[in-house]
């Protein structure tokens, strides 16, 4: 049976919602300036706000409840793919983070054209809009309808008010309403899990000792099985590879995370983001994954009716039930958090994209009547309003499996263009042909692998996919680029090789 959500709650849920607003609107005028004011706050974000907001960026709503559902159903094995941010930290500081700063990038796709050719930066920013789209129609829907399904909550209602607003506060403030705004949501999101952790642990009868003695004896935490290849949903070395692979796109190829780059005042402020980026993620591991296994000792011997065939409303579930009126209302504030600050960020991504890699690169001219940040203000309505129609249609029709496989697919593209990025900046001799090439056998190959490789097997995992991904970008594209020596350019200032010369771009 659905619980009521309280008056109380709905209060607490609003004044957080009228505070998001609130932040878009007092950056409205600043944000109007121009697109440096828009797309990088004109680097005046501080370090430990620029990382706190690229912390929230890559932790969804999805990730608020579907890490502790893991946890619950299964064991910590996911934890240790969590560990490939702190590895690749100092790979992103050493290796990638001095180009995308010396080159005074808005998006992270300029570089692929500076080092391989216009239809690379294209192709690879087309890509992550189409994707990204079609992500925040997904970010607003499946916290949603997790809630809703044990909640008397109106998912419609919610949608519209929780994604609306979202799209009124990017469209008013910019990156750095964008910004200020993940760090509140940050704190409350980090605020929540925790609270339901101190209060489910409180909960038990044995307090902490009886956590752990449950969880050690229920194999909740890791065992022998996570590195054994019968038990491949929960084999830690295909984790980790996938992992790798992903993170790599995430913070060298998506253009949500790589724009945090550019909103601080140097490159050593934006070392310093990455760092408390690493922290935030290394305190993420136990919370979370914590909070699952919480609730597992919390539930053990009397899970209700409603989770039995949808795990999917535990948290909420638990909140909504165990926690104080308001303060209840408090922790949901802080799942919307986790998806309004995913939603935020990709729409203003996709905005900064639509209008420096088409409109200022190509279009200059056609539109020069339109202001950049007016367009940038447009896409992001028009891309949000759509996001949000897509959303609603989910929870009205409950069609969302035609749209994650859509997802599973322009996703393949994502990992790929990592792996592109990688050959550009460790190699002199890859080239266009090459990186185009690769581009598309790499997908073709995470494509063939997802719907031909027969369910279970080790090779159709979607970490392991995207680990195969990854370096069938970076084989085919360098060993194609070897056969076409024409193509080469001049690449000094753009490889590791050079990092410390001046690159001159070419005049056109």
Not at 298 to 309: C, G, R
Request: proline residues 3%; contains cysteine.
């Amino acid at each position: 049976m659905k619980t009521e959500f309280g008056t109380a709650n709905w209060i607490v849920l609003i004044a957080y919602l009228a505070a998001m607003l609130a932040v878009g609107a007092y950056f409205t005028r600043r944000a109007s300036k121009n697109t440096d004011a828009f797309f990088k706050a004109e680097g005046k974000i501080p370090a430990w706000a620029a990382g706190f907001s690229m912390y929230a960026t890559t932790l969804s709503a999805i990730t608020f409840m579907s890490t502790p559902e893991q946890a619950f159903n299964n064991d910590w094995a996911y934890a240790i793919g969590s560990l490939s941010i702190m590895m690749l930290t100092p790979v992103f500081i050493k290796f990638y983070i001095p180009f995308y700063r010396k080159l005074k990038v808005t998006t992270a796709y300029e570089y692929l054209e500076e080092r391989f050719n216009p239809a690379m930066r294209a192709i690879s920013s087309l890509l992550f809009m189409i994707y990204h789209i079609g992500r925040v129609a997904v970010v607003i829907y499946l916290p949603i309808i997790a809630i809703t399904s044990v909640s008397s909550i109106n998912p419609i209602v919610v949608a519209v008010i929780v994604g609306g607003l979202c799209i009124v506060y990017t469209f008013l403030g910019g990156i750095e309403g964008v910004v200020w705004s993940d760090v509140i949501q940050g704190f409350l999101l980090l605020g929540g899990a925790l609270l339901v952790c101190i209060i489910g642990i409180s909960a038990l009868n044995g307090g902490f000792g009886e956590f752990v003695s449950s969880a050690a004896h229920d194999g909740k935490l890791l065992s022998g099985q996570n590195f054994q290849f019968e038990h491949m949903d929960k084999f830690v070395p295909v984790i980790l590879l996938g992992q790798l692979a992903n993170t790599l796109y995430q913070y060298t190829g998506s253009q949500d995370v790589v724009q945090r780059y550019q909103v601080t005042k140097s490159i050593k402020e934006t070392e310093k983001a990455l760092w408390t980026n690493f922290f935030l993620g290394l305190i993420t591991i136990p919370i979370f994954f914590g909070m699952g296994t919480i609730l597992w000792s919390f539930y053990a011997d009397n899970l209700p009716e409603i989770l039995e065939k949808n795990t999917a409303g535990l948290v909420p579930y638990f909140v909504i039930t165990q926690l104080p009126a308001g303060i209840a209302g408090l922790v949901i504030a802080g799942i919307f958090a986790a998806a309004q600050s995913t939603i935020a960020s990709s729409l203003n991504a996709i905005s900064s994209c639509a209008v420096t890699d088409f409109k200022q690169r190509f279009f200059a001219n056609r539109l020069k009547g339109l202001s950049d940040v007016a367009l940038a203000r447009i896409i992001i309505a028009i891309s949000g309003c759509f996001s949000l129609a897509v959303a609603i249609y989910f929870l009205l029709h409950d069609a969302n499996e035609t749209w994650n496989i859509f997802l599973t697919v322009s996703g393949l593209f994502g990992v790929p263009v990592a792996g592109i990025f990688f050959i550009g900046i460790f190699t002199k001799k890859a080239n266009s042909v090459g990186a185009i090439a690769g581009l598309i056998i790499s997908v073709l190959v995470g494509v063939g692998m997802k719907f031909f490789l027969p369910e279970g097997s080790m090779f159709s995992s979607a970490l392991m996919i995207a680990f195969i991904a990854f370096v069938s970008s970076l084989v085919f594209s360098y060993l194609i680029s070897l056969v076409f020596p024409k193509a080469n350019k001049e690449v000094t200032g753009l490889t590791y090789a050079t990092i410390d010369e001046d690159y001159v771009r070419p005049v056109a």
